[in-house]
C-alpha cells in the first residue's frame, strides 16, 4: 500500500520560505528581529515632534496664564483709579463752648465785637484764619452752653503749625501776656468756658 505524504509536499513548500526571497529569517546575530527595531527607530522619530508639541503647548500656557493675571491687575488699578467719591473733605473748624452768665449777655457782646472781631481780624488778615463767627444758641440746663464761637481754618496742620504767630499777633492786638490774663480775669465775670472741640467739614460733593 502506498501511503500519500501531503504533509511532506506541505513542508517542502513551507520549510524554507527565505528561499523565495533569498534572505534568511533565522541566522547569527538573529538578523530574524532586526525589522522590529528598525520599525521602533520609526516610531521613536515620529513620537519626537509630538513631545517637543506638547511643552510648546505647556510653555504657551505658562505665557497666556502670566499675561492674563498681568490684565487683570491692570484692569484693577483702572477700576481702582476712577471712583469717585461723591464727598470730600473740606476746612477746619475750632469751636469753644461758651455759657453767658444771667445778665451779661450784652456785656459779653461788646467784648466780642472790640477786642475780640480785632484779634480774629488780623488772624484772618495774616492767612492764619480763613473766618470767623458767633453762634447763640439755646441752653437745656444751668450748666450748658448758650453761644459758640466758631473759626475755620484751611486745616488741621496750619491750626497746630501757627501757634507762634498765633501768640505774637495776639499781642500786638490785645497787649502782652500779662494783659491778656488781665482780660481773662475780668471776663471770668461775663462768661464761663466749656471747652474747645475741632471738626472737619465734610463737602457732599466730588473733589
Known sequence: MTLSRPD???????????AASGKPIHGGGSPGIAPAIGQLDVDKSVLGPYGAERRWS??????????LA???ALLGLSVYAQVT?????GTVWQIQFIRVKPGMDSAYKEWLATDWKREQEAFK???LT????V??????????????????????ATLESNEQKYDELAQQV???DEQQRQGYRTREALRDPLGTRVAREVVLSPQ
Open 70 to 72: 498681568v490684565s487683570l
Open 8 to 18: 511532506c509536499r506541505r513542508s517542502a513548500s513551507f520549510a524554507r520560505p527565505e
Open 130 to 133: 480763613l473766618g470767623y463767627k
Open 174 to 176: 490785645i497787649g502782652s
Open 125 to 127: 488778615s495774616h492767612g
Open 58 to 67: 505647556r510653555m504657551n500656557t505658562k505665557v497666556l496664564g502670566t499675561a
Open 85 to 89: 467719591r461723591p464727598y470730600h473733605s
Open 135 to 156: 453762634l447763640e444758641a439755646e441752653s437745656h440746663n444751668a450748666a450748658d452752653f448758650n453761644m459758640m464761637l466758631i473759626t475755620e481754618v484751611k486745616d488741621l
